[in-house]
């Protein structure tokens, strides 16, 4: 059983920064791949970005077409903890985000919800105009 808990949401103003951070418990993070979802109002969840697990200590960083360039993904294993650092914010990333975790999968399908087994809870990130 693997339990996250995001931090770090919250209300900014148009072009300003967050930093949502995701702890999570379990032996095994290190070989976990990590990925970070959001779902504003009446929209189905987006894949945001996320740290794909590949062997040992490798890993690679994949983001959704909205957030490149704006949004980075990284990983502190020492600490069980992902974090997403969001620079240049629109109000258009205004949504709720979610931490995932895979404990199985590490294919090329790292955008699909349905391939991480365990959810956080969900911080909200409000950016006003």
């Known amino acids: 059983q693997v339990q996250l808990v995001e931090s770090g949401g919250g209300l900014v103003q148009t072009g300003g920064s967050l930093r949502l951070a995701c702890a999570a418990s379990g032996r095994a993070f290190s070989t976990y791949t990590m990925g970070w979802f959001r779902q504003a109002p009446g929209k189905e969840r987006e894949f945001v970005a996320t740290?794909?697990?590949?062997?040992?200590?490798?890993?690679?960083?994949y983001y959704g077409d909205s957030v490149k360039g704006r949004f980075t993904i990284s990983r502190d294993n020492a600490k069980n903890t992902v974090y997403l650092q969001m620079n240049t914010l629109k109000p258009e990333d205004t949504a709720v985000y979610y931490c995932?975790?895979?404990?199985?999968?590490?294919?090329?399908?790292?955008?699909?919800?349905?391939?991480?087994?365990?959810w956080g809870q969900g911080t909200q990130v409000t950016v006003s105009s």
């Open positions: 995932a975790a895979s404990t199985y999968y590490s294919g090329s399908y790292y955008a699909d919800p349905l391939r991480y087994d365990y």
């Open positions: 740290l794909r697990w590949t062997g040992g200590s490798t890993y690679y960083a």
